[in-house]
């Protein structure tokens, strides 16, 4: 069921390392809970975006000495209480709006979607005064470089910051298994935006002998 499906999301999304005594919720699970199921993202990220900035706005003069990261799509006015609380803002952004369009085609030629559009002309216009209100931008890829430079950015806001891994952390076994299937991991969202479609095409070309794929 769809409660169930959020309610997985959010298990999946404990971090046990963190200590509890150094969060401050502002509205638990339950945003998430009464608009992600219906696709109401819009109404999801405009509530967060207004209980955020609320918070902040009655943090006290010596806050400006704190750093405060944010996502594009949700963080208008929360940009803008901060700015007016001297607090250096940083804002990431996870898909520029030409990646948004590559995405739309792709629901366009996959699932037959003639006028699909990913983003709302509302959402791009938030984004795109995000971008400007936040003294930093955070770019996961050349790829956003390349689009924030194209919107203006100045380059001295713009932090290059790739995905990554802790191989501290993660690292295969040092007495490997031969005969063990060969197995390859992909976690994230199962989705035409995370390119899920190519990935079951290349997979099916290898043609591997004993490996599992497994999607998480």
């Known amino acids: 069921s769809k ?16 200590n509890p005594d150094n969060v401050i919720s502002l509205s638990g699970p339950w ?12 109404s999801w990220y405009v ?35 901060a700015k007016r609380k001297r607090i250096t803002t940083v804002l990431e952004i996870t898909l520029p709006f030409s990646a948004k369009e590559l995405v739309a085609e792709e629901q366009r030629r996959l699932l037959n ?17 995000q971008m400007q209100e936040a003294d930093f931008v955070v770019a996961q890829s050349q790829f956003t470089v390349d689009f924030l430079l194209q919107k ?27 005969s063990r ?12 935006r995370k390119g899920i479609h190519y990935l079951l095409e290349a997979w099916s070309q290898l043609n591997l002998q004993n490996a599992e794929l497994i999607l998480t």
């Open 3 to 18: 409660r169930e499906n959020v309610f997985r999301k959010l298990r999946v999304r404990n971090m046990p390392d963190l």
């Open 31 to 42: 945003l998430e809970i009464a608009f992600r199921p219906f696709g109401q993202y819009r």
């Open 47 to 81: 509530c967060h975006d207004w209980l955020a900035s609320t918070w902040i706005e009655k943090l006290a003069p010596s806050a400006k000495q704190t750093l405060l990261h944010c996502f594009d799509g949700s963080s208008t006015q929360t940009l803008r209480v």
């Open 113 to 129: 979607f003639k006028n699909y559009s990913f983003w709302s002309s509302a959402a791009v216009r938030d984004i795109s005064i």
């Open 152 to 178: 203006g950015i100045e380059p001295r806001k713009i932090i290059l910051q790739p995905m990554g891994v802790d191989i501290q952390r993660f690292y295969p076994p040092a007495d490997l298994n031969s």
């Open 181 to 192: 299937p060969f197995r390859a991991l992909f976690c994230g969202q199962i989705s035409i």
